[in-house]
Nanobody, 119 residues
Framework: EEKLLESGGGLVQPGESLRLSCLTSGFEFNWAWMSWVRQAPGKELEWVSTISSSASTTHYADSVKGRFSISRDNPNKTLYLQLNSLKTEDTGTYYC????????????RGQGTQVTVSS
């Protein structure tokens, strides 16, 4: 059974940083393209970032490019998302998914981790 357990969210002020983690199990993480998606209150699910299985390729939504950084630890089957220079519009629930960008919005999600950016 595929499991995705996100953590690391919290309440921060604009300009601050967070590091999200996603501990995975139940599938071949080393071979999987992984993505982060998020959902703001009252809004649709939004793709954020994708990383290839070897971490050689990364993609970012324009809204987070230059501020967020995706990475992975294959031996420990963990996906990360470093969130810097956070803005109020980054508020939402963040999910990791076992999917490339093309399928990220329809892939099964875990419980997610809440990020709230507020002054």
């Amino acid at each position: 059974e595929e499991k995705l357990l996100e953590s690391g969210g919290g309440l921060v002020q604009p300009g601050e940083s967070l590091r999200l983690s996603c501990l995975t199990s139940g599938f071949e993480f080393n071979w999987a393209w992984m993505s982060w998606v998020r959902q703001a209150p009252g809004k649709e699910l939004e793709w954020v970032s994708t990383i290839s299985s070897s971490a050689s390729t990364t993609h970012y939504a324009d809204s987070v490019k230059g501020r967020f950084s995706i990475s992975r630890d294959n031996p420990n089957k963990t996906l990360y998302l470093q969130l810097n220079s956070l803005k109020t519009e980054d508020t939402g629930t963040y999910y990791c998914v076992n999917a490339p960008r093309s399928r990220a919005l329809t892939a099964p999600r875990g419980q997610g981790t809440q990020v709230t950016v507020s002054s």
